[in-house]
């Protein structure tokens, strides 16, 4: 079972940020914290991952709590080519992902 | 860098066949997953190939099995195939099996079983 919590759905309006939220209570301290994408009909793309320490990098950045029980993706300017589905996955295998049913994200003008 | 490459894109199969799947993975990629996408199910995990091995498999019965080649090319074959193996199958690769990698996945294969 996925060991994630994540809101069902999510809007935003195009050019503003986007802050998508995880839970990950249960997390243990060797797991990482993967987020992915996927746009409809497409396979799942890869964003950004992190251990304890916040990360950025081109697409997002991703804040995790010092206690590492949640986390939030952020997408500083939203497009309408963001919409799509996003999943907050834990694991320390990161050939095995753990879907969860994640967070659709629609991106409105 | 060519992306990861998934044949055939579509197939159409009926009950009680076989089916093999193929995935050629990013140049200098090692490690290969495949996963299984259904309306119903989601994304599930299958298995992870890294050096010709099997490292992890899912919860899929055996008429599920995958293979690794040399240049790490991997396939899947589903035996003896039923309705609710129709789905959408994909291929992710990786650099090497540790954990602090993302994987990059292929545009998958849409299995149709009639």
């Known amino acids: 079972d996925a060991k994630t919590t994540q809101p069902p759905s999510m809007d935003c309006a195009e050019g503003r940020a986007a802050n998508l939220p995880c839970n990950h209570s249960?997390?243990?301290?060797?797991?990482?914290v993967y987020w992915y994408r996927q746009i409809h009909s497409q396979g799942p793309q890869y964003i950004i991952h992190?251990?304890?320490n916040n990360e950025t990098n081109e697409m997002a950045s991703l804040i995790i709590t010092e206690d590492r029980k949640s986390s939030t993706l952020i997408l500083p300017h939203a497009t309408l080519r963001d919409t799509a589905v996003y999943y907050c996955?834990?694991?320390?295998?990161?050939?095995?992902?753990?879907f969860g049913q994640g967070t659709e994200l629609s991106v409105k003008p | 860098k060519a992306g990861v490459t998934q044949t055939p894109r579509y197939l159409i199969k009926t009950r009680g066949q076989q089916v093999t799947l193929s995935c050629s993975p990013i140049?200098?990629?090692?490690?290969v997953s495949w996963y299984q996408q259904t309306p119903g199910q989601g994304l599930q995990f299958l298995f992870e190939?890294?050096?010709?091995?099997?490292?992890n498999k899912g919860n899929f019965p055996g008429r599920f099995s995958g293979r690794q080649f040399s240049n790490s090319r991997s396939e899947m074959n589903v035996s003896t195939l039923e309705l609710g193996d129709s789905a959408l199958y994909l291929c992710?690769?990786?650099?090497?099996?540790?954990?602090?990698?993302?994987?990059?996945f292929g545009q998958g294969t849409r299995l149709t079983v009639v």
């Open positions: 992710a690769s990786r650099p090497d099996p540790g954990p602090a990698r993302g994987a990059f």
């Open positions: 249960t997390i243990s301290g060797n797991e990482y």
């Open positions: 992190g251990l304890k």
């Open positions: 996955i834990v694991g320390n295998q990161g050939g095995k992902l753990i």
């Open positions: 140049s200098g990629h090692r490690s």
């Open positions: 190939y890294f050096s010709e091995t099997q490292r």
